[in-house]
């Protein structure tokens, strides 16, 4: 006979184990785990005898974990179980066979598509004239572009930028109407070097800072590709970005261009998800989406994929920070795997490196400035180090000293933070607005449009804000919080100082910030700031402790968990002013 129980194996089993010379398996879940007995009958039942014992022994027993009761234990029969000990031979699995069919499956679920069209460009002699050096100066002096061909065999030419609107779209008159109508002068760096790029048909990752044009890069091309394919039935763009809030304002953005009659529709969670659907229904041609709902309305069969020609991955890399990786690896399945894929990022980490490498095809790619990270030199940063207890004195001291015409965005860490400080300034008498991922989608948008038209002059929020946030006008950022990364420090910072304005960002540090002094310290020397001696002294006092940390070697299980245990922030032990 092959027994089972169900209940959380323990310590015990292994005592079971060699006292009766059965093997046993552990098979655990959630609240409960088979522990299943192999051997020979004899061996088995001795197992069995041995197992029941203990869970009668109510006073010793600890092959459950507390909160569960030996009674609720249940011993059923297991007929599936190998009756000898003997290792089980199983045929060898046939990879060549599975790829092999896989690759013929899928073939066949994307033969009934028409053929897709990539190559729209026409260099203008003007462009093709450009001598290298020519090209390289220009480069240099437009904020140091870097372009690369990620294209493993065989590299391919490099398309010369444009430097006016009309290098770019001379043959496509829709589009240059539309640029005459918004009032551009010029094209920005990024969109210089990544339109030719695009237009030639290649994939592209493009990197540069939030607020540098990278929208409007990826979204003229995409007008001109979806005019260019065979008559479709479903949407030819979809673009993929993480938060609400920059959904819809890339909406608004796509909203500034009429082309061709296409038709657009913002898929967010927290929208009407019944209007979100009958638009979608009603047929559009791009499709602007957080990746939570898009995944929704595509697993209910409610929106069709299958004729989406033109991908763009928008801030790549805060969708890998905020976990949507599963979501986008469904979605991008359902596309066909000839598209053209553009990824977007202002970073350039591991993560995005993978997610570029498994959904990106012999991609080219862009980045103004450098690969490394830098906050914006047109910000001034300051640092001061308090006490926890200390924050929201050195706020409201901010705040009481604010001129007229300043406006501040105040970070915080969660969204707890977020509606306990704006509640205290509300009750100080002064204007504020919250914005986090909590808040109804109607009050996110209101809080929104009120910091960006003035009638509050202070916006507490977390990260949400940190990405995408088209507020020109910002004096301040105040990091009450410091981030969870420095990557998010970088961004925070560059919610001001832009559009040739200048800035300032105030981040308060605390004892338990200790482990990001190295890298603040990195970011404020590149970008020509000022190190307090006290974050030096708070980099080497972590790094000795890292360096002890690592000589005493890993703690065992029954050990403490960190310096102060649960998973909590290592604080300074040193800390002082």
Not at 507 to 534: C, F, N, Y
């Amino acid at each position: 006979m092959d027994y089972c129980i169900t209940g959380r194996g323990g310590s015990k089993i292994r005592e079971i184990e060699e006292s009766s010379g059965a093997r046993i398996k552990i098979n655990s879940g959630n609240y409960e785990g088979e522990v299943v007995i192999f051997g020979s009958s004899d061996v088995q039942k001795k197992a069995k005898e041995m197992i029941d014992d203990l869970i009668l022994d109510n006073g010793s027993c600890d092959l459950f974990e507390i909160g569960v009761s030996p009674s609720d234990v249940v011993v059923c029969l297991n007929s599936l179980a190998p009756s000898s000990t003997a290792p089980v031979s199983l045929p060898p699995i046939d990879w060549a066979s599975i790829r092999q069919n896989r690759e013929k499956y899928e073939a066949l679920k994307w033969q009934d598509l028409p053929p897709l069209k990539k190559d729209f460009y026409i260099e203008e002699p003007s462009v093709a004239s450009r001598s290298a050096e020519e090209v390289k100066a220009w480069r240099k002096t437009n904020n140091n572009i870097f372009v690369d061909d990620l294209k493993e065999d065989g590299k391919r030419s490099i398309p010369n930028p444009v430097c006016t609107f009309v290098e770019a779209f001379q043959h496509y008159p829709g589009i240059m109407e539309n640029i005459e109508r918004v009032g551009f002068s010029k094209p920005t760096p990024i969109q210089s070097q990544a339109w030719p790029i695009i237009l030639n048909g290649f994939d592209l990752i493009g990197i540069a800072q939030t607020g540098t044009g990278k929208t409007l890069a990826y979204l003229l091309p995409g007008f001109i590709h979806m005019d260019q394919q065979h008559k479709r039935k479903g949407p030819g763009m979809l673009v993929l970005t993480p938060t609400r809030e920059l959904a819809l304002q890339i909406e608004a953005e796509c909203g500034k261009y009429s082309y061709k009659g296409f038709k657009s529709i913002c898929i967010y969670g927290g929208g009407d998800r019944k209007s979100q659907i009958k638009v979608v229904s009603g047929g559009v041609d791009i499709v602007i989406a957080t990746p939570g709902r898009l995944n929704d309305l595509q697993m209910n069969d409610l929106i069709d994929l299958r004729s989406i020609t033109y991908l763009v991955l928008d801030e790549a890399d805060r969708m890998l920070d905020m976990g949507f990786e599963p979501q986008i690896l469904k979605i991008i399945l359902d596309i066909r795997p000839d598209r053209q894929t553009i990824m977007t990022s202002a970073t350039w980490p591991t993560g995005v490196r993978r997610l570029a490498k498994s959904y990106l095809k012999d991609p080219m790619m862009v980045y103004v400035g450098t690969l490394d990270l830098a906050a914006v030199n047109t910000v001034q940063q300051h640092v001061l180090f308090v006490q926890e207890e200390e924050k929201k004195a050195y706020v409201f001291d901010f705040i009481h000293n604010m001129e007229p015409e300043d406006k501040v965005l105040i970070f915080v860490g969660k969204k707890i933070i977020a509606d306990d400080l704006s509640s205290d300034l509300c009750l100080r008498g002064i204007a504020v607005q919250s914005l986090h991922g909590d808040r109804e989608q109607q009050d996110r948008e209101e809080a929104l449009q009120d910091f960006k038209d003035g009638r509050v002059r202070i916006l507490v929020a977390t990260d949400l804000a940190s990405r995408g946030l088209d507020v020109h006008d910002i004096t301040h950022v105040f990091n009450y919080d410091f981030p969870r990364n420095i990557e998010e420090y970088v961004h925070r910072v560059g919610r001001t100082g832009r559009a040739g304005r200048s800035g300032a960002s105030v981040t308060l540090v605390t004892r338990g910030d200790w482990k990001m002094a190295s890298e603040l310290i990195h970011i404020l020397e590149r970008a020509g700031q000022e190190v307090p001696e006290e974050l030096i002294l708070m980099a080497e006092r972590y790094e000795k402790h890292r360096l002890e940390k690592e000589a005493a070697g890993p703690r065992g299980r029954g050990g403490r968990r960190g310096a102060l245990g649960g998973g909590r922030r290592e604080r300074d032990p040193n800390w002082h002013f």
